[in-house]
């Protein structure tokens, strides 16, 4: 979500990139850090992606959203989660009362949420491209100013401890019921073969695929720690993301390039490397497909950015 940039930034930089982006992606890690931040939304100019599961907390505004091509209406005061490498966009603000809107973003490590221990019906519905409204009484604005408090801390501790508090929140959410501002589009019961055993491999086929973006992918490989056929695993990846295994990882490694050419000074060759391209063309090419502007293009508009 953009933040304020005077007309004269606007002009220089043309191409709507959120702020939030640089801040929260890291040199190391294919889908950035966890960061918190409180700030009065601002409407997207266009649709955006990335590797994050993203948890919003709106207060005194209603907002709408287009998430991957669907028309959701997000309430205020409740906690909503969706993983952010959906394309979606902030499209309308609705005020609601006399005090300003405020918006609380969590964002929280794709591979950090894979490894929460016992959630596997939050993180097959997130993964599954769906956006989920957690129980009003779970959580409130107090809870969620403390868990920014913790952060800004800068303690490591503090900032563990809200990690630790999410997970048990999203536990506690499986028992105590949420509710689906979309469903997953893979959602268990609407399909007989989809065991929770079958989305298990799915997962364990995403965390391969996250571990190792720096080197080459096959189909082969990365199937092979379910244990199953290559081609029935190929479609169970496919009919549970709903894209292909190769387009994923595809997307998984341009995730990773942006961050790290926006986060870093790393050499672009070396970033392509990193990523798993197999040439600097390759990765040129595919950058450019994915997000319209080339990598060093992308990278100096983040130089002039001014960051707050």
Known sequence: ??????????????????????????????????GIRIFQPQLMPQPHWHGHVELNFATHVRMAYDFDGTKLEVPDRRLVLFWAGVPHQLTGLQPLGEAPPRLANIYLPLDSFLQMRHIMG??????????????????????????????????????????????????????????????????????????????????????????????????????????????????????????????????????????LLVESSTAISEVAEQCGFSSITQFYAQFRAGYGISPAALRQHYVQMDLR
């Open 122 to 259: 939050l993180q097959t519905a997130l993964i599954g491209r769906g956006m989920v409204a957690l129980p009003e009484l779970l959580c409130d604005s107090n809870l969620v100013q403390q868990w920014y408090q913790d952060y800004r801390s800068g303690d490591f501790e503090r900032a563990e401890i809200v990690k630790m508090e999410l997970n048990a929140l999203f536990r506690r959410a499986l028992v105590s019921g949420f509710d689906y501002l979309r469903p997953p589009q893979n959602e268990i019961g609407t399909d007989r073969t989809l065991s929770s055993a079958h989305v298990r491999h799915v997962i364990a086929m995403v965390r391969h695929v996250l571990e190792n973006l720096d080197k080459p992918l096959l189909n082969a490989q990365v199937t092979a720690v379910t244990g199953l056929h290559e081609n029935y695993a190929v479609s169970l990846f496919s009919r549970t993301m709903q894209v292909p295994l190769k387009q994923f990882i595809n997307r998984m490694r341009l995730m990773r390039a942006r961050a």
């Open 1 to 34: 979500m953009d933040g304020t940039r005077s007309m004269a930034q606007r002009r220089r930089n043309p191409m709507p990139v959120p702020n939030h982006d640089r801040h929260f992606y890291s040199r190391n890690r294919a889908f950035g850090r966890f």
